[in-house]
């Protein structure tokens, strides 16, 4: 299964930015939203249970960011409010394995989306 990100851009800082993530086919696992900043290590932000009913997040976007999930469009979404300058990164999505902090992304690697908010 192929992931492609899309839905990124340049944006003030308090702004908002809704990510989109579609999967070639049926993905059957947990997904999740990681990001890499330049100069720094990808982290991971959020991640979605395979039913949606469950959802994870980084501390430092929580209560900002929300993570859902259409199966039937096999799509993940990143709704990303209240938006920081170092939220910018460029945004990837994955599969994933395992779900809180033992979740790991599995896979290869989809094309990332940038994200810039400027202060």
């Known amino acids: 299964v192929q992931l492609q990100a899309s839905g990124g851009g340049l944006v003030q800082a308090g702004g908002c930015l809704r990510l989109s993530c579609v999967a070639s086919g049926r993905t059957f696992n947990s997904m999740g939203w990681f990001r890499q900043a330049p100069g720094k290590e990808r982290e991971f932000v959020a991640a979605?249970?395979?039913?949606?009913?469950?959802?994870y997040y980084a501390d430092s976007v929580k209560g900002r960011f929300t993570i859902s999930r259409d199966n039937a469009k096999n799509t993940v979404y990143l709704q990303m409010n209240s938006l920081k300058p170092e939220d910018t990164a460029v945004y990837y999505c994955?599969?994933?394995?395992?779900?809180?902090?033992?979740?790991?992304?599995?896979?290869?690697w989809g094309q990332g989306t940038l994200v810039t908010v400027s202060s």
């Open positions: 994955a599969s994933l394995t395992g779900w809180g902090t033992k979740l790991a992304p599995s896979g290869s």
């Open positions: 979605i249970s395979l039913s949606g009913a469950s959802t």
